[in-house]
Protein backbone atom coordinates (compact mmCIF):
# COMPACT_ATOMS: atom_id res chain seq x y z
CA UNK A 1 0.00 0.00 0.00
CA UNK A 2 1.85 2.84 -1.09
CA UNK A 3 0.54 6.33 -2.27
CA UNK A 4 2.27 8.64 -4.54
CA UNK A 5 2.51 12.48 -3.52
CA UNK A 6 3.46 15.13 -6.10
CA UNK A 7 5.72 17.68 -5.12
CA UNK A 8 5.74 20.84 -7.36
CA UNK A 9 9.12 22.98 -7.76
CA UNK A 10 8.18 26.18 -5.68
CA UNK A 11 8.79 29.06 -8.21
CA UNK A 12 10.38 32.61 -6.93
CA UNK A 13 8.24 35.12 -7.68
CA UNK A 14 9.05 37.01 -10.90
CA UNK A 15 8.75 41.23 -10.61
CA UNK A 16 8.01 43.24 -13.25
CA UNK A 17 8.26 47.01 -13.72
CA UNK A 18 10.05 48.92 -10.70
CA UNK A 19 10.62 45.96 -9.00
CA UNK A 20 9.91 44.77 -5.52
CA UNK A 21 10.31 47.96 -3.96
CA UNK A 22 7.76 50.40 -4.92
CA UNK A 23 7.67 52.53 -2.12
CA UNK A 24 11.76 53.47 -2.64
CA UNK A 25 10.97 53.89 -6.09
CA UNK A 26 8.27 56.36 -5.80
CA UNK A 27 10.23 58.25 -2.97
CA UNK A 28 13.01 58.65 -5.15
CA UNK A 29 11.43 59.69 -7.99
CA UNK A 30 9.37 62.35 -6.00
CA UNK A 31 12.56 63.53 -4.54
CA UNK A 32 13.75 64.11 -7.91
CA UNK A 33 10.84 65.92 -9.17
CA UNK A 34 10.43 68.16 -5.95
CA UNK A 35 14.12 68.88 -6.31
CA UNK A 36 14.20 70.04 -9.76
CA UNK A 37 10.90 71.99 -8.82
CA UNK A 38 13.03 73.93 -6.08
CA UNK A 39 15.70 74.64 -8.65
CA UNK A 40 13.69 75.88 -11.05
CA UNK A 41 11.98 78.66 -8.72
CA UNK A 42 15.51 79.50 -7.65
CA UNK A 43 16.22 79.87 -11.51
CA UNK A 44 13.36 81.54 -12.86
CA UNK A 45 11.52 82.69 -9.61
CA UNK A 46 12.94 86.53 -9.73
CA UNK A 47 13.16 85.71 -6.21
CA UNK A 48 16.05 88.11 -4.18
CA UNK A 49 16.89 84.86 -2.11
CA UNK A 50 17.33 82.52 -5.27
CA UNK A 51 20.36 80.32 -4.52
CA UNK A 52 18.72 79.67 -1.47
CA UNK A 53 16.46 77.89 -3.67
CA UNK A 54 18.91 76.38 -6.06
CA UNK A 55 20.88 74.88 -2.97
CA UNK A 56 18.01 73.63 -1.54
CA UNK A 57 16.93 72.04 -4.91
CA UNK A 58 20.32 70.16 -4.98
CA UNK A 59 20.38 68.86 -1.38
CA UNK A 60 16.70 67.40 -2.00
CA UNK A 61 17.93 65.11 -5.39
CA UNK A 62 21.11 64.82 -3.31
CA UNK A 63 18.31 63.36 -0.23
CA UNK A 64 16.78 61.34 -3.59
CA UNK A 65 20.54 59.38 -4.01
CA UNK A 66 19.22 57.46 -0.41
CA UNK A 67 16.11 56.43 -2.25
CA UNK A 68 17.56 54.66 -5.37
CA UNK A 69 20.34 53.20 -3.37
CA UNK A 70 17.61 51.73 -1.43
CA UNK A 71 15.57 50.99 -4.59
CA UNK A 72 18.63 49.12 -6.06
CA UNK A 73 19.80 47.10 -3.22
CA UNK A 74 16.46 45.72 -2.73
CA UNK A 75 16.19 44.74 -6.17
CA UNK A 76 19.35 42.53 -6.33
CA UNK A 77 18.74 38.98 -6.90
CA UNK A 78 20.63 36.60 -5.66
CA UNK A 79 20.48 32.87 -6.69
CA UNK A 80 19.71 30.32 -4.11
CA UNK A 81 22.80 28.13 -5.27
CA UNK A 82 24.74 31.08 -4.05
CA UNK A 83 23.33 31.84 -1.07
CA UNK A 84 25.13 30.18 1.25
CA UNK A 85 24.19 29.08 4.89
CA UNK A 86 27.44 30.37 7.32
CA UNK A 87 26.07 28.60 10.39
CA UNK A 88 27.52 24.59 10.81
CA UNK A 89 28.89 24.62 7.48
CA UNK A 90 32.43 25.13 6.12
CA UNK A 91 33.24 27.34 3.52
CA UNK A 92 35.42 26.26 0.52
CA UNK A 93 37.40 29.34 0.10
CA UNK A 94 38.98 29.37 3.75
CA UNK A 95 41.89 29.14 2.58
CA UNK A 96 45.23 31.61 3.00
CA UNK A 97 45.50 34.27 5.28
CA UNK A 98 41.40 34.62 5.95
CA UNK A 99 41.20 30.73 6.63
CA UNK A 100 43.58 31.05 8.78
CA UNK A 101 42.33 33.80 10.76
CA UNK A 102 38.66 32.49 10.76
CA UNK A 103 40.78 28.99 12.14
CA UNK A 104 41.86 31.17 14.86
CA UNK A 105 39.73 33.06 15.67
CA UNK A 106 37.06 30.10 16.15
CA UNK A 107 39.06 28.41 18.58
CA UNK A 108 39.95 31.08 20.37
CA UNK A 109 36.06 32.11 21.00
CA UNK A 110 35.42 28.44 21.79
CA UNK A 111 38.02 28.16 24.02
CA UNK A 112 36.40 31.32 26.13
CA UNK A 113 33.37 29.85 25.48
CA UNK A 114 34.27 26.59 27.24
CA UNK A 115 36.15 27.95 29.82
CA UNK A 116 32.22 29.66 31.55
CA UNK A 117 30.61 26.85 30.75
CA UNK A 118 30.16 24.00 34.00
CA UNK A 119 32.71 21.26 33.77
CA UNK A 120 33.99 22.59 30.71
CA UNK A 121 37.73 22.71 29.75
CA UNK A 122 39.20 26.16 30.74
CA UNK A 123 42.72 28.04 30.57
CA UNK A 124 44.02 27.04 33.67
CA UNK A 125 43.40 23.07 32.72
CA UNK A 126 39.84 22.95 35.06
CA UNK A 127 37.57 20.47 33.78
CA UNK A 128 36.51 16.46 34.40
CA UNK A 129 39.82 15.40 33.73
CA UNK A 130 42.09 17.89 35.90
CA UNK A 131 43.54 16.86 39.01
CA UNK A 132 41.67 16.74 42.22
CA UNK A 133 42.74 19.96 44.65
CA UNK A 134 42.51 20.19 48.22
CA UNK A 135 39.83 23.21 47.71
CA UNK A 136 37.39 20.92 45.06
CA UNK A 137 36.50 17.95 48.01
CA UNK A 138 35.08 14.74 46.18
CA UNK A 139 34.76 11.10 47.08
CA UNK A 140 35.91 8.05 45.51
CA UNK A 141 32.49 7.29 44.86
CA UNK A 142 31.68 9.51 42.54
CA UNK A 143 30.01 12.28 44.46
CA UNK A 144 29.45 15.83 43.06
CA UNK A 145 32.57 17.89 43.81
CA UNK A 146 31.86 21.13 46.14
CA UNK A 147 33.93 24.21 46.45
CA UNK A 148 34.50 26.67 48.78
CA UNK A 149 33.64 29.97 47.37
CA UNK A 150 34.08 33.41 49.14
CA UNK A 151 31.33 36.37 48.33
CA UNK A 152 32.35 39.57 48.11
CA UNK A 153 30.23 42.57 49.12
CA UNK A 154 30.84 46.53 48.85
CA UNK A 155 31.40 46.76 52.74
CA UNK A 156 34.20 43.95 51.71
CA UNK A 157 32.35 41.10 54.40
CA UNK A 158 33.38 37.52 53.44
CA UNK A 159 30.71 35.08 53.83
CA UNK A 160 31.75 31.45 52.96
CA UNK A 161 29.10 29.50 51.37
Given at each position: MSTSVQVE???ERQYRGVGRCKCSFWFAVAHDVLG???MLVGM??????????IYGGAIVIFFSLIWWVFWYSGNIDVPPAELEDDVGTKKLKNRGLSGMVRRVST???????????KGGR????EGPEAPQHK????SAAGQQRTTDMSLYTIS???TVS
Open positions: AVMVLIFGGLAIHDLFRLSGGIRNSFRGAAGDNRAENT
